[in-house]
């Protein structure tokens, strides 16, 4: 059942009546379904989420009160919240089983004192986070849950490890330890944005599980951008020296892609929005979740306002009112960060800002595009709860309308209908952060490429190199330039093996394909591509090779414990893919066909792209796995 609509509490009717057979009065139920809610579970419900409207779409915000609060979900808390909402049990249920952050708990199961997550994807792994996760698990006691983790976004920093909240890079088990005591009692953003002081956390349960780390201190703050110059161009579009056809082709002109993994053409989706009826929507994903990414964390830590003010750009020029920030739930900090510099810019009368809360699907403000234009927008930040998918535009959409995030059959594509059934504009955080530098001048970013590619591209380079980092350079440079010319070259001890190019969704390039340039489109005959630009470096020494082999497993392991579910190709052709590559020879016949049945059947791009590790194992390295398949094969 959709979630988008408060299920109504039947009242009384008189039985229909029939001539042939008279129809038996049925029992109306005045209770929610799922069973009675005692008065203590209603008040802490209540106490809660005092300050969230009881609204389907918001679902997901009450849920994190209540686990912040409680430190997990019992069946009382579930209860009462669906009476709250006015939704069955077993739709809070679903929603609440869905997300990785969310504990459930039994109904008299005390909660952990605190949980701490260690990150196992590649990037981590390599780094020594398996040994690290054992080490925790006998170290910490028995209060504490620690628990392996889905990328987090340390992977520079690697290996790294949540504790509570807080995000500790460079992990060690001392450092662990030593942070568990610690309990700050911030909460991230609030539903009541403003300007107005940060309201108190909600009484009950204050530890390391439910509260945010204070924001990055050495931000550039709105003050510090406006020195120089940060929206002007703005102030330039909203007095009309700017028209909203002249920026599309400057984004046009400089051929901007977006940059969170898909790459298409940017000004498409611009175009098509503002094309539609309105009222028209703006989402911005920040819940990057590929393995090796953290390009966009970085931006929201160090110059967020380049973001903003390209997000108020985007929403002035296809006239759109209201814009969401869906932020994934491992960057508190930078949560923090951005909820004291949207109060900011709300006092300053540039944006309304509404903390998580800025209305429903029926909270539209008429009037023509003219008139929306003259409107400041209304902004929400969101706070996602630890899933993969929802890095995929239509399943993010689904989870901001309070729902598991679950991709959407298209047609129809979000810039037609999308959040609330309205045309939205979907952008990840770095492309829209180009916004000001491509207004200013398309030509001059565009002419910064490598052999014949466009613009500059933020590339998140972690494994065995001497500087791993965020780093920009010029589209079109290849692997060996941006480890010898960014990252120092090799770790000590190391040369280069292989590189994934593109995440865990990007295949695996060997060494002799490692001066291949690095862009959309140009490492298709390899069967791999650029995504969101997480490189990572696999190396080999005189006593250890980071083989493709095993990278492959740990990335069918991602995958298999991030699908969605909903797709049978996807659920059941991970796992069967684990387990056709736990022989050291490879039956490549069988594991080509499973790859076949996962790209043309799965309904989104986390299936269709599962198999790409795998079948780069079988093309690139088939001296790791016996004879495998014949290259033409695959």
């Known amino acids: 059942m959709s979630t988008t609509a408060p299920t109504k509490v039947p009242r009384a009717v008189e039985p229909q009546q029939s001539a042939a057979r008279p129809q038996p009065l049925r029992f109306m139920r005045n209770t929610p379904r799922g069973g009675l809610v005692s008065p203590q579970a209603r008040q802490a419900v209540q106490a809660a989420c005092a300050d969230l409207a009881a609204r389907p779409d918001l679902l997901m915000e009450h849920l994190h009160r209540i686990n912040d609060a409680e430190g997990g979900l019992r069946p009382s808390r579930l209860a009462a919240l669906a009476e709250w909402l006015r939704l069955s049990t077993s739709e809070v249920f679903e929603v609440a089983s869905f997300y990785h952050h969310f504990r459930l708990l039994r109904e008299d199961e005390p909660a952990p004192t605190a949980t701490v997550r260690v990150c196992t994807n590649l990037s981590c792994a390599l780094a020594g986070a398996d040994a690290l996760l054992t080490d925790l698990q006998q170290r ?339 692997s060996r330039e941006l480890i010898d010319e960014y990252c120092g070259g090799m770790a000590a001890g190391w040369t280069l093996y292989g590189v994934l190019p593109g995440g865990a969704s990007g295949g695996i390039l060997n060494e002799s394909q490692a001066d291949l340039p690095l862009d959309f489109g140009t490492l298709d005959a390899q069967g791999c591509f650029i995504g969101s630009m997480a490189v990572i470096v696999l190396g080999r020494n005189p006593h250890h090779t980071d083989t493709a082999t095993n990278a492959a497993r740990n990335l069918m392991q991602f995958f298999a414990h991030e699908s969605c579910g909903q797709c049978t190709p996807c659920r059941e052709g991970t796992h069967q893919m684990l387990a056709a590559m736990a022989p050291s020879q490879w039956d490549g016949a069988h594991i080509g066909a499973l790859s076949q049945i996962m790209r043309d059947a799965s309904i989104c791009g986390l299936g269709q792209a599962a198999p790409n590790p795998t079948d780069s194992v079988l093309r690139h390295f088939p001296q790791e796995v016996g004879s495998g398949r014949a290259t033409a094969e695959i």
């Open 140 to 478: 910490c006691g028995d209060g504490v849950a620690v628990e392996g983790a889905s990328c987090m976004g340390l992977c520079t920093r690697a290996p790294g490890v949540l504790v509570g909240r807080q995000a500790l890079g460079h992990a060690t088990a001392q450092a662990v330890l030593a942070a568990l005591p610690q309990a700050i009692p911030l909460p991230t953003f609030p539903a009541g944005g403003g300007g107005e002081n940060t309201p108190s956390p909600p009484a009950g349960r204050v530890g390391v599980g439910n509260v945010a780390p204070p924001a990055p201190q050495d931000a550039e703050d709105l003050a510090a951008y406006r020195a120089g110059g940060g929206y002007a161009l703005l102030a330039d579009c909203r007095a009309g020296r700017i028209t909203p056809e002249v920026a599309m082709q400057r984004i046009e002109d400089a051929e901007l892609r977006g940059l969170g993994g898909a790459g298409f053409p940017s000004v498409r989706k611009w175009r098509t929005v503002a094309q539609q009826p309105g009222p028209r929507l703006v989402v911005i994903n920040a819940d990057e979740g590929e393995v090796g990414t953290c390009k966009d964390g970085h931006l929201l830590r160090t110059t967020p306002h380049r973001m903003l003010e390209g997000i108020l750009i985007a929403a002035w020029a296809v006239a759109a009112g209201r814009v969401w920030i869906y932020l994934r739930d491992e960057y508190a900090a930078e949560g923090a960060l951005l909820h004291r510099e949207l109060q900011a810019l709300h006092a300053a009368g540039l944006l309304r800002y509404g903390g998580v809360d800025i209305g429903g699907a029926a909270d539209d403000e008429p009037g023509s595009d003219a008139e929306v234009r003259k409107r400041l927008p209304q902004v929400a930040l969101r706070r996602g709860a630890g899933a993969y998918i929802c890095g995929e535009e239509s399943a993010l959409i689904e989870s901001l309308e309070g729902k598991r995030g679950m991709p959407r059959l298209k047609p129809p594509i979000v810039a037609i209908s999308g959040l609330f059934g309205r045309p939205t504009l979907e952008h990840n955080v770095e492309t829209l952060w180009w916004v000001r530098d491509i207004l200013n001048g398309p030509l001059a970013w565009a002419n910064q490429g490598r052999r014949g590619c466009k613009g500059l591209r933020r590339f998140t380079v972690s494994g065995r190199v001497a500087k791993p980092g965020v780093v920009l350079a010029p589209a079109g440079i290849t």
